[in-house]
């Protein structure tokens, strides 16, 4: 079983652009989706998928499944996701040691970016780029699970701006 240990942060400037390494275009969405656990059917450029389970309260660390699955089996559980499919392109940015995943969101939350680090264990203490916002690990607003399965509420769309 392997474990998600993650921060993440709104981005607050375009400066990661020219450290760019790699570029997805990700559409995503939830099948099923609880307090403890959620299943997420995800493509990547149009071409390949994935299934991810995961299991745990926490933000910062939870257990994570991924299996591949067929893009056309992906594209049919689309049509059974709970709320909104999202839609945004991730960039990949190394910095000192750590791989940054920079989310530009696109559909109904147009506007936000956020940055994601993975690490190895959470006693790992990534330098932080000037680039980056406020953190936000931890705050359920920014959750992909709560993004894409919560109605758009005027105080969600206010609070997504940074």
Request: proline content about 2%; cysteine-free.
């Amino acid at each position: 079983m392997a474990k998600e240990i993650e921060r993440k942060f709104l981005v607050r400037t375009d400066g990661w652009k020219s450290a760019v390494t790699s570029e997805t275009r990700i559409r995503q969405a939830y099948i099923a989706a609880e307090t403890d656990r959620s299943v997420r059917v995800r493509t990547r450029n149009d071409e390949t998928a994935q299934l991810t389970i995961k299991f745990g309260k926490g933000m910062l660390t939870r257990d994570e499944f991924e299996y591949p699955i067929s893009h056309d089996d992906a594209l049919e559980m689309l049509a059974f996701s709970i709320g909104n499919v999202i839609e945004k392109t991730r960039y990949t940015v190394n910095f000192e040691g750590f791989t940054w995943e920079i989310d530009v969101f696109e559909g109904v939350y147009r506007g936000l970016i956020t940055a994601e680090v993975e690490m190895a264990s959470e006693d790992d203490a990534p330098a932080l780029p000037a680039w980056l916002g406020r953190e936000v690990t931890g705050d359920k607003r920014y959750s992909n699970q709560v993004l894409a399965t919560e109605r758009m509420r005027p105080e969600l769309v206010h609070a997504i701006s940074h």
